[in-house]
């Protein structure tokens, strides 16, 4: 492991950095691209300023523009988008996003924001819609309410939103889980089932036969890192390697791995120098 998680790292940053641009430059597989608003909200009193805090993404980005050598890109996620941006910030950054990075299109393309249910009005999906997003994935809490769901989903589709997807806040632990399983898939059809990622293992409870046998009759199937999808879905070609944003956010490139700096105030220092905040990589 190299490490450069001092403000000033100095060589190994810049060994760490070269390391990088060794394993990217030739590469011209897909990436995806995540921005998970929801982990700044961490951030002390002076970075929680929105201009700040979505500024320093697309300063980020720029950074990354050098190393990425333009790899096109078949998915961008950002998570809860309107707990750190009002409109005029989401589509600077949207901007920013197409004017930094080789974006492709197609139907196997997602560009995805993952809201919670009270974030799900129809100017905040007009302004999605209108920035290119097609696929919204709604939060679903432990509570949720079925026709609630099937009400939000209908107003999406009215929209035109091309896949409607779930992301639960609850696993396998639950008593009831088979039941509402069963419940979300056959009443919603969502195009993907997710679980939130703070929750560890979330299937451990009913995988194995008993799990394909239930996934089968609706018409699903377990796909990587516990995403449950339609059969012949064009979204089960998601590109493995995945660039990551903002602090302490973690990046995949084939074998290698990398990890922003961590605080708020080391990754500041180092995207308001146009330099990457690359903190470490093996």
Request: glycine residues 4%; neutral net charge.
């Amino acid at each position: 492991m190299l490490n450069a998680v001092h403000e000033e790292p100095h060589l190994p940053q810049e060994v760490v950095l070269e390391l990088l641009h060794c394993q990217l430059r030739n590469n011209i597989a897909p990436l995806a691209l995540e921005i998970d608003c929801a982990a700044m909200r961490t951030w002390g009193e002076e970075q929680m300023q929105e201009r700040f805090r979505y500024q320093n993404l697309v300063r980020e980005l720029r950074a990354w523009n050098h190393y990425l050598n333009r790899r096109p890109i078949s998915r961008i996620l950002i998570n809860e988008p309107f707990c750190l941006m009002d409109a005029p910030s989401l589509t600077e950054l949207t901007h920013a996003i197409g004017q930094n990075l080789k974006l492709i299109s197609g139907n196997h393309v997602e560009h995805t924001a993952t809201l919670a249910i009270a974030d799900i009005t129809r100017q905040n999906i007009a302004l999605l819609k209108g920035l290119g997003f097609n696929h919204i994935e709604i939060r679903v809490p432990v509570d949720f309410d079925i026709q609630q769901l099937r009400q939000v989903k209908q107003t999406l589709l009215e929209f035109k939103i091309a896949y409607v997807s779930l992301q639960l806040d609850f696993g396998s632990e639950r008593d009831a889980f088979s039941m509402q399983l069963m419940e979300l898939l056959s009443f919603v059809e969502p195009a993907t089932l997710a679980f939130h990622r703070s929750i560890k293992d979330p299937l451990a409870r009913i995988a194995g036969e008993g799990l394909t046998a239930l996934l089968m009759q609706f018409g699903y199937f377990l796909h990587e890192d516990n995403t449950i999808m339609r059969f012949n879905s064009p979204l089960r070609s998601r590109p493995t390697d995945c660039v990551r944003l903002g602090p302490g956010a973690a990046s995949r490139f084939g074998a290698m791995r990398t990890v922003n700096f961590a605080t708020a105030l080391a990754y500041h220092a180092r995207v308001q120098t146009n330099g990457l905040p690359v903190a470490t990589c093996r």
